[in-house]
């Protein structure tokens, strides 16, 4: 029995590295896929940080960047490291790392503009809730933050401690499609990791511990936006992480069309259409 299961655990990796490889073989110049590159443009104030999902990159958020653009709004949407190229790249990230980047893009981009507005998807909203606690954020914007994953009965308890008890037999696990979007339409358009590695989920727990707790000092104006469909990131955890919040402006979009990636799901052009009207005050 004992190998037998040895026998599956081998295949089952050795399936996965060649997935892997073949993302590999996709690298463009400096070691990133030209598809994941950071994204900016220099416009009018203010200027607006993004900051992509686990597993994610500035795709994540281009159906918005596109709306900024196309209103000659200044945006910086940032790679964090360990992603854009493969994920073999993200194993031994650390939390630290990603806040390191973050931190560093609001900093360049406050430099040189007096308000900057901040929005996170998934982890990265995570990310976004921590800098607004610490920083001078005019305006915040949450999508689909994560915090946990959602738990399911069938998963024995929290994914994340199944994660990292596992990862010295299961290095990296693929993920059944590219992302979680209901749209086929928007899910035909997305690209992201196809896999992810076991150990940099404990990475990724220990953000969205960081982010509940900091999220107590957050005092500007915010904008939170989650589906009650989202298979991803806890619905309920999101709520009860935002009526936390002392923010005396703040306004909680619910969506039930949608799974997790809203910006391309079916949901996406109200989405955006709520976040350009809170960054901007007018209709697009």
Not at 146 to 153: A, L, M, N, S
Not at 165 to 194: E, H, M, S, T, W
Request: proline letters at 5%; hydrophobic letters at 40%; glycine letters at 6%.
């Amino acid at each position: 029995m004992a190998y037998r299961l040895l026998l599956i655990l081998l295949i089952f990796n050795i399936n996965i590295n060649k997935s892997i490889s073949g993302e590999n073989n996709c690298r463009g110049k400096n070691n990133i896929r030209q598809v994941f590159s950071e994204l900016h443009h220099d416009g009018k104030p203010p200027a607006v940080l993004l900051i992509h999902g686990f597993g994610g990159s500035p795709v994540d958020l281009k159906p918005l960047t596109d709306a900024l653009e196309k209103s000659d709004y200044a945006f910086h949407s940032i790679l964090l490291p360990g992603h854009g190229t493969t994920p073999k790249d993200l194993k031994d990230i650390t939390a630290h790392e990603w806040l390191e980047k973050s931190f560093s893009a609001y900093e360049s981009l406050k430099q040189e503009y007096n308000e900057v507005a901040v929005v996170g998807f998934s982890m990265g909203g995570a990310i976004a809730l921590i800098i607004a606690a610490e920083k001078d954020v005019s305006k915040l914007v949450l999508i689909s933050p994560y915090f946990k994953v959602k738990e399911k009965w069938y998963y024995f308890g929290q994914p994340e401690i199944w994660a990292n008890r596992l990862r010295k037999i299961i290095p990296f696990v693929n993920k059944p499609k590219a992302g979680q979007i209901n749209d086929p339409a928007g899910l035909k358009r997305y690209i992201a990791y196809r896999s992810f590695p076991t150990k940099s989920v404990g990475e990724l727990l220990k953000i969205g511990s960081m982010a509940k707790e900091k999220g107590k000092n957050v005092t500007c104006e915010t904008l939170w936006i989650h589906s009650k469909g989202d298979i991803a990131a806890d619905f309920q955890l999101s709520k009860e992480t935002y009526k936390s919040i002392p923010a005396k402006k703040k306004q909680f979009v619910e969506y039930n069309k949608s799974n997790h990636i809203i910006l391309y799901d079916y949901d996406c052009n109200d989405a955006i259409n709520n976040i350009m009207v809170f960054l901007n005050g007018c209709k697009e």
